[in-house]
């Protein structure tokens, strides 16, 4: 959730001071997604690289196209979750609070460390709700061709809800103080 910079800006009262000037909010939001975006791209190109050559992961070549596209759309899906909670912060020890909370549940139940398959079924309803879930499924398909559990116009489809629908929360809830 890469919304930690937006809020110092906005505790720091920077924020405010664009607030003066002709950049919408969109804008901004858009900028500092786009630079982050970049960033993971980068990011994600080094640990495949290093997957590769040291842990030699045999991955699908032809697929990394399609991976980059997935890795836009999951990270700027977690992106918009970030700048709707930070929307809720007051400052930066508090977002890290908020965001701890949404990112721990996460990991445990969306499939990242531990197979879906051994969860029991009460827990299938909260884990299918997880954004995580998706991008998780979508990489592995992807990068090792792992099995399914979804679709991937599905794993897509919920990516691009989360993505659509937490920016458009996060514009609607963000202040400038």
């Known amino acids: 959730f890469g919304a930690i910079q937006m809020v110092s800006?906005?505790?720091?009262?920077?924020?405010?001071?664009?607030?003066?000037?002709?950049?919408?909010?969109w804008k901004l939001v858009g900028a500092d997604m786009a630079f982050k975006v970049v960033v993971l791209l980068v990011s994600t190109a080094i640990l495949i690289v290093t997957?590769?050559?040291?842990?030699?992961?045999?991955?699908?070549?032809?697929?990394?196209p399609s991976l980059a596209a997935i890795v836009v759309l999951g990270?700027?899906?977690?992106?918009?979750?970030?700048?709707?909670?930070?929307?809720f912060a007051k400052t930066e020890q508090g977002f890290f609070a908020i965001a701890q909370i949404v990112t721990f549940p996460m990991l445990f139940l969306s499939g990242v460390f531990f197979p879906l398959d051994g969860m029991?079924?009460?827990?299938?309803?909260?884990?299918?709700?997880?954004?995580?879930?998706?991008?998780?499924?979508?990489?592995?398909?992807?990068?090792?061709?792992?099995?399914?559990?979804?679709?991937?116009?599905?794993?897509?489809?919920?990516?691009?809800?989360?993505?659509i629908g937490f920016l458009g929360l996060a514009g609607r809830f963000f202040k400038y103080e």
């Open 9 to 25: 800006l906005r505790e720091r009262r920077v924020v405010r001071r664009l607030s003066a000037t002709p950049l919408s909010v």
């Open 51 to 64: 997957a590769v050559l040291v842990a030699q992961v045999k991955i699908k070549v032809e697929n990394l």
């Open 75 to 87: 990270g700027s899906a977690f992106l918009a979750i970030g700048f709707f909670l930070g929307a």
């Open 120 to 163: 029991p079924d009460w827990i299938r309803p909260l884990i299918t709700a997880l954004p995580l879930t998706y991008l998780t499924d979508a990489v592995r398909q992807l990068m090792v061709g792992g099995a399914p559990i979804n679709a991937m116009s599905i794993n897509v489809a919920v990516l691009a809800v989360f993505l």
